[in-house]
Every structure is written in structure tokens, then in C-alpha cells.
Nanobody
């Protein structure tokens, strides 16, 4: 059974840092395209960061480039999102996602990912 469990969210002041974790079970993170999406109140869900299976290439939303880093630990079967220089506009629920199938709508399109965690809240105050 596939499961994604996020942790690491919280409240931080602007300029601060947080690291989100996503423990995966039921599959190997090294063989799946995985990443993070977020949704702020009243806004559409958006792709934040994706890491490609195998070679570990990454893709980021323009709004987080240079501030966020996605990585994974294959031994711990865990995905991470290191978030630095946080801004109030980063406030959102953050979701861990995994693509375990053949659907393809684009690397940062939520329809591509068929497995989602329950989310972890990140709140950045000014």
C-alpha cells in the first residue's frame, strides 16, 4: 500500500528556514518521480519542486528557485524540501506527491501525480 507522510511544517518569520520531510512506503523513492506541491487559501494548487527518478534532476517553480531545494535519501526512503529565505507568500499547505504510473500532463502539473500525502502547513509571518 502506497503511503506518503509529511512532517516538518510550522510557523516561521520571514527570512527563516524550514525543512519538510516525506516518508514513503509501499514503493521506492529512487524509482519514482516525486516532489512537492502547495496550496494557499483561495489559490490554486501549484507545483513547487520535482525530483526525477534515477538521475536526480530537479525542476522548480520560478517563485522558489534559488531558495528551495528538493532532495531524497534512498536509504531512508524519504523526500525532503529545504526552504530558505522564506517569504509570507510561501504560506500554504505543502503536499508530497509521487508519480507511480504513466500519466503525463507536465512536470509541474498536479494531474501527473497519482499519490498524495495529507499535507503539512507552513506559515510565514512578516
Amino acid at each position: 500500500q502506497v503511503q506518503l507522510v509529511e512532517s516538518g511544517g510550522g510557523s516561521v518569520q520571514a527570512g527563516g528556514s524550514l525543512r519538510l520531510s516525506c516518508v514513503a512506503s509501499g514503493f521506492s523513492v529512487s524509482g519514482a518521480r516525486m516532489g512537492w506541491f502547495r496550496q494557499a487559501p483561495g489559490k490554486e494548487r501549484e507545483g513547487v519542486a520535482i525530483i526525477y527518478e534515477g538521475r536526480g534532476a530537479t525542476e522548480y517553480a520560478d517563485s522558489v528557485k534559488g531558495r528551495f531545494t528538493v532532495s531524497q535519501d534512498n536509504y531512508k526512503n524519504t523526500l525532503y524540501l529545504q526552504m530558505n529565505s522564506l517569504k509570507p507568500e510561501d504560506t500554504a499547505m505543502y503536499y508530497c506527491v509521487a508519480r507511480l504510473g504513466s500519466r503525463w500532463y507536465g512536470v509541474l502539473d498536479q494531474r501527473t501525480y497519482n499519490n498524495w500525502g495529507q499535507g503539512t502547513q507552513v506559515t510565514v509571518s512578516s
